[in-house]
């Protein structure tokens, strides 16, 4: 079936058709984010060519008709909650993941009740921390109920992660360094947690993005103060001007210096792990 | 942490002197390890929704709500047109979303999963697929305005090609850039898991059906779509998911001419109307509890992974 050059054919240019569905938008965002300004609008033709919305979101220009984005504070409240939502997301769904390695009962319940987490539509669960909160007697913040239902969000892909690299991980390891007399602290120190580090890595990373970038969660959990993306659909609401567009395209850069670090950690992890196989090897 | 591996140790000289106490204790140390994520669990959603649940029989003011139970809210719904037909909106762009992604992402799936021998390239084509994920979401949907619009790239490129004489205007803020939006932006959702399942294929079980003269139609039918399935499953439980909480991708691509739930809840919760919000709340949960459910019957979850 793969040798059939026609079909084969017709799914890479399926394939690439697709890639530029993908990323068309993208790249028009970035194209208009060097609009001239301040009068160039969120659309073609671009008048000339210029900085002037990177420029504006870091307020270097003079004050025009178009509003600055209200982001600074905004920015600061998404990076510290997610974060918390990543290191505590990722510490119960390790722990929850280790539980998972011994059959109990009642597996299959808590199983479905932490994948809950993920399977509930996101304005549902903020609408129900909302009124359970009111209820309560709380008030709503984006430290405290945005938080809860932050991790609520994250910490079945954590434990996902976790249960998978569970899964695929040689328990003998762990036992003879135990009838070895080696201590439980340093063998989870010295043996369990460079072999779980890889899955580590990828739940930090999902649950920080997840994180950063939630918004039906957070718009009815938060109270006065906005995170990052409540503040940018706040912008939505008035007419859209191209330092949008710049913001968008900072915050991808942003992003991929994330994927960069996740990618070096996790390519250094898995080298540290081949040298410590073939130093076992030789011995 | 420490706690964890003493719990693993104690099994260990339990099951050499096989005592019951050892047993127990192995119990207590899964129960510690799962408590707090079950806690967190029941706290922060199991009883919200029961919560909102709840709130749906609450009686609505206009500004406020008291706790004297009623029907109202729920009579309320079912009677206003408006309403009923944002079900049916919701409905019927869920589908619609859903049998696209499926019909565009499934032979890209395909393609990545299977005729991608390289894995190099496998690797490159699929994360390829998921940078544009770590864009923001709000962002990218806001990315279809100068796409879509009167004087958007896809009217600029089209007159340019000359296949238009005049620029469409029903691309944006009609359903369909609604649509359009919601496919890009959730379709990778359903490559990345039907290409895993694909690319688990042995490949000899297609060299051994072809050997024996299996058709490529009869191939796809008995091999690789049933092996597939799984994929097709969890994406679909994804896609529903996010499309059937959507309520941003409507009200920035529509103009508001399209209002699914999502969209009457976030007026609501507006209005402090919370007991109609929550009577919206718990219909967008039964359908998906419902859809849920169906999809899990064809595949079971827990074994896939």
Redo the contacts between chains.
């Keep these: ?2 040798r ?1 050059p026609i ?2 054919g017709l ?2 240019g ?2 690439a058709l ?2 530029v ?6 790249v ?2 970035a194209i ?1 984010s060097f609009q001239s300004g301040p009068e160039g609008g ?3 033709p671009i008048e000339h060519w210029s900085i002037y919305w990177y420029r504006q979101l870091f307020n270097l220009v003079p004050a025009s008709s178009v509003a600055p984005l209200p982001l600074g504070g905004a920015l600061l409240r998404s990076l510290a909650l997610a974060l918390t939502t990543m290191v505590v997301s990722t510490v ?5 993941a ?2 998972f390695r ?1 059959h ?1 009962r009642g597996s ?1 319940v ?2 479905y ?13 903020g ?6 909160a ?2 309560v007697g709380i008030d709503r913040t984006w430290w405290g109920t945005v938080f ?2 932050h ?2 969000y994250t ?1 079945p892909f954590s ?2 992660v976790m ?2 690299i569970f ?1 695929r991980f040689d328990r003998s390891v ?2 003879a360094a ?1 009838s070895l007399g080696v201590s ?2 340093t ?2 120190r010295r043996i ?1 947690f460079p072999l779980i580090f890889p899955g580590v890595l990828s739940s930090m990373l999902f649950a920080f ?1 997840l994180s950063y ?1 939630e ?2 969660r957070t ?2 959990a938060s109270g006065g103060d906005l995170t ?2 409540l503040a ?2 706040g912008t ?1 609401s008035v007419e ?1 001007h191209p330092n ?2 710049a ?2 395209v900072l ?2 850069l942003f ?2 210096a ?2 960069a670090v996740y990618a070096t950690l996790m390519t250094l992890s898995v080298r540290r792990a081949r040298r410590v196989a073939v130093q076992e090897e030789i011995a | 942490m420490s706690t964890t591996t003493q719990a693993e140790v104690v099994p260990m000289a339990g099951e050499a002197a096989s005592s019951g106490r050892a047993a127990r204790r192995q119990a207590l140390g899964s129960w510690m390890l799962l408590a707090p994520g079950v806690i967190w669990m029941t706290l922060c959603l199991v009883l919200p929704m029961l919560m909102m649940i709840y709130v749906s029989f609450w009686t609505q003011h206009t500004f406020s709500i008291d706790s004297t139970l009623t029907l109202d809210s729920w009579e309320a719904f079912f009677s206003t047109p408006t309403y009923l037909d944002s079900l049916l909106t919701t409905v019927r762009l869920w589908f619609i979303t859903l049998a696209l992604i499926l019909a565009i992402g499934y032979p890209v799936a395909v393609f990545i999963g299977l005729f991608v021998r390289n894995k190099t390239l496998q690797t490159s084509l699929l994360v390829l697929c998921v940078v544009p994920f770590w864009t923001s979401f709000l962002i990218r949907v806001v990315a279809w305005r100068p796409m879509l619009g009167t004087e958007g790239a896809v009217n600029i490129i089209l007159l340019k090609l000359g296949l238009i004489q005049q620029p469409i205007e029903a691309l944006l803020f009609t359903q369909y850039s609604v649509v359009i939006g919601m496919v890009q932006i959730y379709v990778v959702f359903m490559v990345g898991p039907v290409a895993f399942m694909v690319s688990r294929i042995d490949r000899s079980l297609i060299e051994a059906a072809r050997d024996l003269g299996a058709s490529t139609a009869r191939i796809f039918f008995t091999i690789i779509l049933p092996l597939s399935l799984p994929g097709i499953v969890v994406g679909s439980i994804f896609v529903s998911v996010m499309v059937l909480g959507e309520f941003a991708t409507p009200s920035a691509l529509s103009g508001g001419k399209v209002n699914l739930l999502g969209n009457i809840i976030v007026t609501q919760v507006g209005s402090l109307k919370w007991a109609f919000a929550s009577v919206c709340g718990v219909i967008l949960t039964v359908l998906m509890a419902v859809t849920v459910v169906a999809l899990l019957r064809i595949v079971n979850l827990r074994r896939e992974i």
């Excluded at chain 1, 569905?21 to 993208?26: A, G, N, R």
């Excluded at chain 1, 609408?127 to 359970?132: D, F, K, N, S, V």
């Design positions: 079936m793969e059939q079909l084969r799914l890479t399926w394939t697709f890639l569905f993908l990323y068309s938008p993208m028009v965002l208009l969120p659309q073609f119960l769904g390790t722990m929850t280790q539980a011994r109990f299959g808590v199983f009740l932490v994948v809950l987490g993920m399977m509930v539509p996101g304005v549902l669960v609408l129900g921390m909302a009124l359970t009111n209820y809860l239902v991790v609520v910490y434990f996902l249960l998978a899964n762990e036992e135990w439980p602290v063998t989870f369990t993005t970038d918004f039906p718009l009815f990052l993306p940018i659909y939505f859209i949008l567009f913001f968008g915050t991808t992003s991929f994330l994927l």
